[in-house]
């Protein structure tokens, strides 16, 4: 039944594109007692792409993933890969390979016996294996000797090496990742972001991120999808998500941005304050409520000498040093706090009330 | 001050251990003597010691056959309760199901039963079946009693056991078996030896049970019961002090066993 679904999903013009995507989801749900954790989602991804999925706790991307591995079967719609439906093909049958948030190496085993176990299932011989493994020991930087040490007795940052080492024996097609990163400090993990980029670009592999980590996102993904509630929200380059998020909700989840609710008056639009609100000519939004989103650094100080488009009044009440740049929060007169970014030689002087503003074509105006 | 503080601490620590150590093993000490008297009868001080009640244990039919049952016994019984209660922890301590903690509950419940009405009870149940109670019998018996006690001394090791490595074994492309045998059971291996070692010190020294249930044959507890009931010889002492010192024996030999393996496996990885 399912086969047949399958060629009839293969046949269909609509969805081949070229290059053929490599895996393919086809409104893919996930139902627990009555909970859609996935609740439809329809996602390309091509051969040697680096999407990360990003998305709240609780978002589905964690479930998402495991169906992509094989260790949850969805609800409905349809997984391939390559062409050929994997809905129900346990996860040791498929060319894809999870690397686990707790890493879930192998505690009884050292580092090379946890690299080389994917070669031992495939009863490959022990000499061949041991070279494989310290081949890939050196790919992902890991020292020669390591490969009798006890693998709980590595660190944080090694142990996260061995699980990807261990993926990479199995030689998977496509490479899930499930937060692998977050649990280490931060240093290590920006180093390891840029290793695992690197890797991504040798080996010429698919790999599939998730992570709730807004800036792991960015630092290493080709695509990012943002997931809300058990759907894709946006889907995009990393720049796309960034400058035109789909709506209040991928903007405030990239980082921390001011909002301004504005509805529709005569044409033009209007604040909550009664103010007038100007926008980029080529905003078109469908309803009469909408949100301004501003980030901090495209706020700024307004003031005789450099207007804005759009300003307001408040007072400053806390002031944080970002070292190259400083940040201020702002109250406006009514009650709300606006960030503001400005260079460390931009310092505000005065005191007590200021002005700030910002220019209609610096803001993101989204619906709802 | 503070020296003497340690001092004294460490006195009492040492006094301590002195007091324990006496408190187990005088009792052995007096039986393995007593077992060494010429005399008939239990009675201190010995007057003279001899070797003749160890050679008569030794050589004695009744004797060998006794430690035989008892022996096949605790065997079959560790092998059969290890295997039910592997798969008995696993079913509670690792899936989720309708009724796992009733389960968790009842299993408990026979180790709280007073072991010589349960005896009875059972012995009631093999007549009303028509089987006439053997030492086979009492291996049943056992294992009503036993398998719950290594169920829950596998399930500890199984609650601490991460599914997840069961997933990235198989998401490895390992399957359930492969998975079982390289993943599963050597990490949960430390709970199924403690389980069968329980399993076979709970039935080697078991006497309510064997008592009601194994008929006509009989094991070592309940001959050592029986004789000093009526007949007492210093056979009893004898043999039990044999028993203590095979299992000394044992003891000291698997301790050996390990600390070579774990050589072994060292050197190994060193020229590795």
Redesign the interface.
Known sequence: MSSVAASALSDSSAVSKTPRPVLQLVDVRKVFDGFAAVDGISLDIEEGEFVTIVGPSGSGKTTLLRML???ESPSEGYITLRGELINDV????RP???V?Q?L?L???M?VGDNIE??L???KMAPEERRKRALELMAKVRLPEDY??KNVMLCSGGEKQRVALA??FA?DPDVLFFDEPLSALDYKLKKLLEKELKDLHRESGKTFVYITHSLEEAMVMSDRIGVMRAGKVVQIGTPEQIYSTPADRFVAEFFGEVNVVPIRRADGGWLRRDGKPVAVAPDVSIDGDEASVVIRPEYMRFVTEEAGADNTLTGTIFNEYSLGSRLQYQVRSRTGRTFLIEVPRAAAWKGNGEVTIGWDAGNAIVVGG | MQTVGRTRTHFLIRAWTAFVVLAIYLPIACGALAGLSKGRYFAFPIRIFSTEWWGKTWDSFEIHVLVQNSVLIALIVTVLSVLFAFFGALAFARYPWKGRRAFQRLLLLPIFFPQPVLGLALLLWFNALGISPTWKTAVVAHLVWIVPVVTLVIAIQVFSFDPVLEEAASDLGASRLFTLRTVTLPILWPGIWSGALFAFLLSWGNFPLSLYTAGADSTIPKWLYSKMVAGYTPMVPALGTMSTLTAAALLLGGGLVRFLLRRRAELRAREG
Not at chain 1, 90 to 93: D, G, H, I, L, V
């Open positions: 591995a094989g260790l346990p996860s040791n049958r894809t390979c999870l686990f707790s879930a192998f505690p009884h050292t176990f994917p031992r299932v495939r490969y009798s261990r993926a199995y």
